[in-house]
């Protein structure tokens, strides 16, 4: 069982960053695929980023590559969303997501891939 949290989220112009991070409970967390996900209003749920158990491989959505890093300290229980240069189409609910699941590449991407859920930080990008 994990049980994760999130934090960072806030309200920050265009162009600006945010720290998001994922701290999760249990001693197994090592072991598990980590992913961030967003959800605008009246929108789905989409991927933005995921990261493997062991920090060694990434994955991030096109829509913010190159602008968003994902990173891990598992000996923290904790995973980071760095996000620069933001826009205003970046304003949605971010969700931490955990998946006992061997994934890579577009495998990591889907949410019913993903266990355990946070319950979300808003991040609002005024223009």
């Known amino acids: 069982q994990v049980q994760l949290g999130e934090s960072g989220g806030g309200l920050v112009q265009a162009g600006g960053s945010l720290r998001l991070s994922c701290a999760a409970s249990?001693?197994?967390?090592?072991?598990?695929?980590v992913g961030w996900f967003r959800q605008a209003p009246g929108k789905e749920r989409e991927f933005v980023a995921a990261?493997?158990?062991?920090?060694?491989?990434?994955y991030h959505a096109d829509s913010v590559k190159g602008r968003f890093t994902i990173s891990r300290d598992n000996a923290k229980n904790t995973v980071h969303l760095q996000m620069n240069s933001l826009k205003p189409e970046d304003t949605a609910v971010y969700y931490c997501?955990?998946?006992?699941?061997?994934?890579?590449?577009?495998?990591?991407?889907?949410?019913?891939?993903?266990?355990?859920w946070g319950q979300g930080t808003q991040v609002t990008v005024s223009s």
């Open positions: 997501a955990a998946s006992s699941r061997y994934c890579s590449g577009y495998g990591c991407y889907a949410s019913s891939g993903y266990d355990y």
């Open positions: 249990g001693r197994t967390f090592s072991s598990y695929t």
């Open positions: 990261i493997s158990w062991s920090g060694d491989r990434s």
